[in-house]
T-cell receptor, first 114, second 114 residues
Framework: DAGVIQSPRHEVTEMGQEVTLRCKPI?????LFWYRQTMMRGLELLIY????????DSGMPEDRFSAKMPNASFSTLKIQPSEPRDSAVYFC????????????FGDGTRLSIL | QKEVEQDPGPLSVPEGAIVSLNCTYS??????FMWYRQYSRKGPELLMY????GNKEDGRFTAQVDKSSKYISLFIRDSQPSDSATYLC??????????????FGKGTLLTVNP
């Protein structure tokens, strides 16, 4: 079975540019999570969706960050404008509807803002 | 005080050693406790999943939860070089519905030397 697929795997861009990260959850999973991982703060939840609807976006750091889930098989996390402090590894995870299921993570996008 | 505290290490042990990894937490509402393993440049993968207090064993791995002390542990017996990774504890308050939000520790980097 295909796991959670994230693209791109690496992104290097200059400060001020728009960055779009993409995620394809596991087929049949109805909850999707975006996380950010840094050495200083560890793994932090940014936002999560249930049945394509944003449920909790309290972790989104500021208005420069936005996330969408237009359908059950695709989500984006956008940063506009990007800043050097946004440099981190961004993970997407998904989970099925059955209680007790673990979150399945993608391999992340390593983002560097110069 | 952060909700979940985890010693970041690094922890270095010889092959065959017993490894003990620990987390403490402050919120008594946490009911579900997990350990994730994360290899370098990969996403976290679920290793152990327990509900409430008690022990759970899976091969060389044992997870312990002591809710009275707000303390969880992961033990690795007969550690192998392939166990070298970052281990993250994670916790959740509710069992299902739309609330699958996990709170992670910052992770402990483990190296098992041949």
């Amino acid at each position: 079975d295909a796991g959670v697929i994230q693209s791109p795997r690496h992104e290097v861009t200059e400060m001020g540019q728009e960055v779009t990260l993409r995620c394809k959850p596991i087929s049949g999973h109805n909850s999707l999570f975006w996380y950010r991982q840094t050495m200083m703060r560890g793994l932090e939840l940014l936002i999560y969706f249930n049945n394509n609807v944003p449920i909790d976006d309290s972790g989104m750091p500021e208005d420069r960050f936005s996330a969408k889930m237009p359908n059950a098989s695709f989500s984006t996390l956008k940063i506009q404008p990007s800043e050097p402090r946004d440099s981190a590894v961004y993970f997407c995870a998904s989970i099925g509807a059955t209680g007790g299921q673990p979150q399945h993570f993608g391999d992340g996008t390593r983002l560097s803002i110069l | 005080q952060k909700e979940v505290e985890q010693d970041p290490g690094p922890l270095s042990v010889p092959e065959g050693a017993i490894v003990s990894l620990n987390c403490t937490y402050s919120n008594s509402a946490f009911q579900y406790f997990m350990w994730y393993r994360q290899y370098s440049r990969k996403g976290p993968e679920l290793l152990m999943y327990t509900y409430s207090s008690g022990n759970k064993e899976d091969g060389r791995f044992t997870a312990q939860v002591d809710k009275s002390s707000k303390y969880i542990s992961l033990f690795i017996r007969d550690s192998q070089p392939s166990d070298s990774a970052t281990y993250l504890c994670a916790m959740r308050k509710n069992s299902g519905g739309s609330n699958y939000k996990l709170t992670f520790g910052k992770g402990t980097l483990l190296t098992v030397n041949p």
